[in-house]
């Protein structure tokens, strides 16, 4: 009788328009969810007033070295100084950001405030799109209700907004692009013609030049499709040369101005030996040693300056190379610790609001681990894919060094992840409750 009741009033709320209404209406709305994420983003941009960067170190944490090479395209030096000196030339950031970075530096001004507000929406708006991509992909891969409570998820939770709305970075784009892609991967399955794989190519194109480190999981994804495609008798290896056409095609000329700049082939990035370092010495304890970094260290600046960026690059890369050869059981513990610094948080101060942060943090990957297992022992589809995921992307970190930002990236298939296995822990409790009930 009860439930009899409870339903008379919800269609009652329905017919006036309540909220179960409205709420029947939206739930599965794209535009919706994007509006909905897009408007508290902004707010929060709006009344914590992130846009308001601290001038110290001369606005190096408007952008970081991102910053500072968009400060040097905007007034002319080109893709150069990655540290604010002119130390010339660099590739020690992928090119797509800071070029967006130095676009809104001619437009607004360098380093004021309305670039920073202009560069912090355009984050936002990455963000509130990757709400479409993670709804395709969970209801593709596992339901209607997780494509739901996944996307709405990350659309609300404050969580997920933090890096699109303090720092001028890509990593929002990196995630929107890598929900794309992910997306687009398991469409191939499907899709027919060449059009699709031209798209596949350039979109990992685009997001290689926005954050290189994706590439760990190309070989993966690709391999995928034609693997799920070839299973089902359809021929695929001419559309998968295709997409890796367009993709070093998308790449190229970014590839052709490190050789004639620096005399060397150099794969979008420069810095992985510098990176490597940073991780890996003496004193290396599984986390960044950024007292070593040259925006931190003098000395360092200093025999960047006077080496060049290769030089430099490949000193620090032998540098790490002898700590690692020297002991290697004491690289692989120190792996292992990047390793639960990557997915536990890394280790801060033993404040309440750290503990909290990290907690949560560690939370998220147990769950997201735990809807990634019970999909492989399901056959869900896509179920591999997320496994290739998982292991693929993270495996650089383990042993250069770990950051919180890193991890972002993946956090929208770790967020379908964990909507799976809650709805899945949810509908296992219903039962139960009804019988008790009875």
Known sequence: MAQVSSSVQNAALSDRGGLPGWWSRVRTSSFWMVAIALALRLAYILIA??????????????????????????????????????????????????????????????????????????????????????????????????????????????????????????????????????????????????????????????????????????????????????????????????AAVFFVATIAPWLVRNYETFGKFIFVRSNFGAELRLGNGPGADGTWMSYLHPTQNALALRQYEQMGEVAYVADRKRQAMDF????????????????????????????????????????????????????????????????WLMLCYPAIYYFVYPHSRYRHPIEPMMAILIAYVISEAATRARPNFAHKAA
């Open 49 to 242: 007033h992130t846009y308001k960067f601290k001038p110290d170190q001369n606005d190096f944490g408007f952008g970081y070295e991102m910053g500072r090479i968009g400060h040097a395209i905007a007034t002319g030096r080109g893709f150069a100084d990655p540290f604010g000196p002119a130390t010339g030339p660099t590739a020690w950031e992928p090119p797509l950001y800071p070029y967006l970075i130095a676009a809104v530096f001619k437009l607004s001004g360098i380093y004021t405030h309305a670039s920073a507000f202009i560069l912090l929406t355009i984050n936002t708006i990455f963000s509130a799109l990757t709400c479409i991509p993670i709804f395709l992909i969970a209801r593709k891969c596992f339901s209607e209700k997780v494509a739901v409570w996944s996307a709405w998820g990350w659309a609300l939770l404050p969580t997920v907004m933090y890096w699109s709305t303090r720092w001028v970075w890509e990593t929002s784009l990196a995630a929107f692009l890598l929900a794309v892609i992910f997306w687009l991967a398991l469409e191939l399955e499907n899709l027919e013609g060449a059009m699709p794989w031209i798209a596949f190519g350039l979109l990992w194109g685009v997001g290689v030049l926005t954050n290189t480190s994706l590439v760990t999981f190309l070989p993966a994804s690709g391999l995928w499709a034609w693997y799920r495609r070839w299973k089902t008798g359809k021929r695929s290896l001419a559309c998968v040369g295709l």
């Open 324 to 387: 690692i050869r020297a002991d290697y059981g004491r690289f692989a513990w120190i792996s292992f610790k990047r390793f639960v610094y990557y997915w536990g948080g890394r280790p801060r101060s033993s404040e309440m609001s750290a503990l909290v942060d990290n907690s949560a943090f560690l939370a998220s990957s147990i769950l997201a681990f735990w809807g990634l297992g019970r999909a492989l022992r399901k056959s869900q589809h896509g179920a591999w894919l997320f496994f």
